[in-house]
């Protein structure tokens, strides 16, 4: 028996070196840099509006995209996996850990309604407020991590009530139910919406997944609703409950700021959830669980997600990174969760490949190969794009024995 | 005394004497009445056939 996949799997894990013993100790401070985000968002704003360089709102931006980029370079990978002992340590204490996301859900808040004040009252160049537009879709995507995480503790009143706060910022209201019973079912089969297939750039993956995924948590709640015997379009409903929180705190910054807020407001909020579109595009592309005999999808593995481990991008997504052991164990929490060393993995942390996937050219050339690699050259085995997979299916199935077997025979003429 | 059974992933415990209302089933709902494709209404990543007994009807 696990409680939550906590006992097991120690022999895969790396012994702990004093050294790493330092890091995780300090850690637990480090995981404070979930309630900087916001904090910057407020901090630039007052900057701003204090010096009225509106050069300030682009901070978090450039935070996200090159800051932590770059420390991730420096910083490199994170080889701390906590051991049995430090686990039920963690555990003990998951209070605190708790406490950050509920500080920063509220902060969140803030950080919205004042970059609202300062890109509709403020008098700042239109620059300036693209960066304001770019800093809160950075704030929105650490939001939804936060919310994601909240989320999954569907045993915890406080944090269930806490993920719908804070989805509600970037006005995300299904995310928590479709992710928990649609994406995590489905995850790494050609049935989910928010699975990436190899040879799908992120722009038509987002027209498929951004409503797909509406739909899917629309339909999951219906059903649990008409199982109870309600409406759908009752207060029960939890997509209606966290909309409404949306239209309090949007009216409000409306009624506060001027009509100027809604514009502003709807624009980051889509941009935050192309944020999270961006994440789920990089964390399963091309990879397919298979079909067993009993005809169903084999169960969601290890090698089933994309990885990344650095330092800095591991604090920032809540070990989002290490997105095998999340999937494997979707209940644990963020300060639990370990790096599988034998796992698919990405070549830099979350915010630079989410990056690259904004090049479609480049995404392919980084990933197709590993993808391939992954799948050890038999193509049968991979997600595809139906409209690619002729041409992926010519290009890589089985193309090293092909090699091989050509050398061969050519060996073969040549020696003849 | 009803029957208990425990998802083995993320230790969620299903009590026939609760139900579990949140997702829709009543308490004293039996573990047979539940659909085959019920998953854990915790983790979402275990189904009906992969629960455990824990405690006799």
Excluded at chain 2, 20 to 43: H, I, K, M, Q
Aim: proline share 4%; glycine share 6%.
């Amino acid at each position: 028996m696990t409680q939550q996949g906590i006992t097991h799997n120690t022999a895969s894990l790396q012994e702990a070196s004093a050294k790493d013993k330092r890091w995780s100790k300090l850690k637990k401070y480090w995981y404070l840099v979930t309630l900087i985000v916001p904090a910057i968002t407020i901090g630039s704003v007052l900057m701003a509006v204090q010096t009225g360089y509106g050069q300030w709102l682009w901070a978090l931006a450039v935070v996200f995209w090159v800051v932590i980029p770059i420390v991730d370079f420096v910083f490199d990978e994170d080889p701390y996996n906590p051991t049995d002992e430090e686990q039920a340590q963690l555990l003990e204490n998951s209070s605190y850990y708790k406490n950050i996301l509920y500080a920063a859900t509220v902060l969140q808040w803030v950080g919205l309604f004042a970059m609202t004040y300062a890109a509709v009252l403020g008098d700042f160049s239109w620059f300036n407020i693209v960066g304001a537009f770019l800093s809160v879709g950075a704030m929105h995507a650490v939001g939804l991590t936060m919310s994601h995480e909240l989320g999954h503790k569907l045993n915890d009143k406080t944090q269930v009530i806490f993920a719908q706060v804070c989805s509600a910022v970037s006005g995300y209201a299904h995310f928590n139910i479709e992710h928990n019973k649609g994406h995590h079912k489905d995850v790494a089969t050609p049935d989910d919406p928010a699975s990436s297939r190899m040879g799908e750039n992120i722009y038509k993956f987002a027209i498929r997944e951004l409503p797909g995924a509406a739909k899917r948590g629309w339909t999951l709640e219906a059903e649990r609703l008409k199982r109870q015997g309600r409406s759908v379009f009752s207060l029960h409903n939890e997509l209606i409950q966290t909309s409404l929180i949306t239209v309090a705190g949007y009216g409000a910054m409306v009624l506060l700021f001027g009509v100027e807020a809604l514009p502003f407001l709807l624009l980051t909020a889509a941009y935050g959830w192309f944020q999270l579109t961006m994440a789920n595009y990089i964390e399963h592309y091309g990879l397919m669980r298979q079909v067993g005999e009993n005809g169903r999808f084999e169960r969601c593995q290890p090698k089933h997600s994309w990885n990344t481990n650095f330092k800095a991008s591991n604090l920032l997504t809540l070990h989002l990174q290490r997105h095998s052991d999340h999937h494997a164990h979707p209940t644990r929490p963020y300060q639990l969760l370990r790096d599988y060393a034998d796992a698919p993995s990405l070549p830099q942390g979350y915010p630079a490949m989410m990056g690259m996937s904004l090049i479609p050219n480049a995404w392919r050339r980084i990933m197709d190969h590993r993808v391939v690699e992954w799948a050890e050259g038999d193509m049968t085995r991979v997600n595809m794009d139906p409209a690619h997979k002729d041409e992926l299916f010519a290009k890589y199935h089985r193309a090293a024995e092909v090699a091989v077997d050509t050398s061969d025979s050519e060996g073969k003429a040549a020696a003849a | 005394m009803m029957a208990k059974y425990q998802c083995p992933d993320c230790g969620y415990i299903y009590d026939e004497h609760y139900g579990c209302e949140r997702e829709g089933y009543n308490a004293g709902t039996l573990w047979s009445e539940l659909p085959e494709d019920f998953p854990c209404p915790d983790c979402f990543v275990r189904d009906k056939p992969d629960f455990e007994k824990i405690s006799e009807g």
